[in-house]
Nanobody, 123 residues
Framework: QVRLVESGGGLVQAGGSLRLSCAASDRTFRLSAMAWFRQAPGKEREFAAA????????YYADSVKGRFTITRDNTKNTMYLQMDSLKPEDTARYYC????????????????WGQGTQVTVSS
């Protein structure tokens, strides 16, 4: 099974920026839609952003639209999440997931998950 490793989380003040990375262990990444989900303490995991296998289609939750940008580099088997204008409500553990499909849709099946990276936004 492919291994996904997230990095780039940390503590940042409100209004600041962070860039998360998700590195995949093999080339199945290149044929898979990818997504970022997040989970805050006491809350369910929620969708944040997704990208199709080519990078040609991207999808965002309303709560992050206009502030977060999802991209991927298939030559490096890596996905990114640029997070700008961060808010305290963005505080969560961020997980990357690899879909078993080439494009994302609500309810997409995900075959692999990373361990997550913590993002904390102070007010």
């Amino acid at each position: 099974q492919v291994r996904l490793v997230e990095s780039g989380g940390g503590l940042v003040q409100a209004g600041g920026s962070l860039r998360l990375s998700c590195a995949a262990s093999d080339r199945t990444f290149r044929l898979s839609a990818m997504a970022w989900f997040r989970q805050a303490p006491g809350k369910e995991r929620e969708f944040a952003a997704a990208i199709s296998w080519t990078g040609g289609s991207t999808y965002y939750a309303d709560s992050v639209k206009g502030r977060f940008t999802i991209t991927r580099d298939n030559t490096k088997n890596t996905m990114y999440l640029q997070m700008d204008s961060l808010k305290p409500e963005d505080t969560a553990r961020y997980y990357c997931g690899m879909s078993t499909r080439t494009d994302y849709y609500t309810g997409s099946p995900f075959g692999s998950w990373g361990q997550g990276t913590q993002v904390t936004v102070s007010s």
